[in-house]
T-cell receptor
């Protein structure tokens, strides 16, 4: 149980275009999902916290107009990188916390999406 | 806010050697503590977690970690590593009433056959 999927697993796009990444909790409902960015040989950096039915909370330094997050249902959150530039190339990872747990104990991570902007 | 430091950037071991990875955190209150592992090409998986109770926590794949409150530490150990333990290991913390995880920089463990 507690499986999180991401789609696509990798994407290559041209500079200036927008890319949407989906994060789904497959076998549980997630009131909260998180989006992270992982640079090569570096740790995960939290970008934003996504709550179902409300606006995402962005970490300091993350441009909310550039990284649009929508959490339309208890099983789906999307991250749209708008007007992508080469510096946005990275590994984006989502995680989810099961709603029924009622606590803050564990996040389940998706496999990540490799974004390359040419 | 919490911060997490992992002392070892890259550890290289031979099979059957013992492993210990250091993790220290800075936070004045109660914390939840986690160790995650990321095998090459795979997603993050939870190795073990500590919320309260026995400070010696046993996880999957023979790993354990000890919470020492006075040292703000949560070091990960495995008595005898295998080649398949080659991976990136991340220590993470959050406050009990906060979903947000703070990750350490990670330690790359390479086990040589």
């Amino acid at each position: 149980g507690a499986v999180v999927s991401q789609h696509p697993s990798r994407v290559i796009c041209k500079s200036g275009t927008s890319v949407k990444i989906e994060c789904r909790s497959l076998d549980f409902q997630a009131t909260t999902m998180f989006w992270y960015r992982q640079f090569p040989k570096k740790s995960l950096m939290l970008m934003a916290t996504s709550n179902e039915g409300s606006k995402a909370t962005y970490e300091q330094g993350v441009e909310k107009d550039k990284f649009l997050i929508n959490h339309a249902s208890l099983t789906l959150s999307t991250l749209t990188v708008t007007s992508a530039h080469p510096e946005d190339s990275s590994f984006y990872i989502c995680s989810a916390t099961p709603a029924q747990r009622g606590g803050f104990d564990e996040q389940f991570f998706g496999p990540g999406t490799r974004l390359t902007v040419l | 806010a919490q911060s997490v430091s992992q002392h070892n950037h890259h550890v290289i071991l031979s099979e059957a050697a013992s492993l210990e990875l250091g993790c220290n955190y800075s936070y004045g209150g109660t914390v939840n503590l986690f160790w995650y592992v990321q095998y090459p090409g795979q997603h993050l998986q939870l190795l073990l977690k500590y919320f309260s109770g026995d400070p010696l926590v046993k996880g999957i794949k023979g790993f354990e970690a000890e919470f020492i409150k006075s040292k703000f530490s949560f070091n990960l150990r495995k008595p005898s590593v295998q080649w398949s333990d080659t991976a990136e290991y991340f220590c993470a913390v959050n406050a009990p009433n906060d979903y947000k995880l703070s990750f350490g920089a990670g330690t790359t463990v390479t086990v040589r056959a």
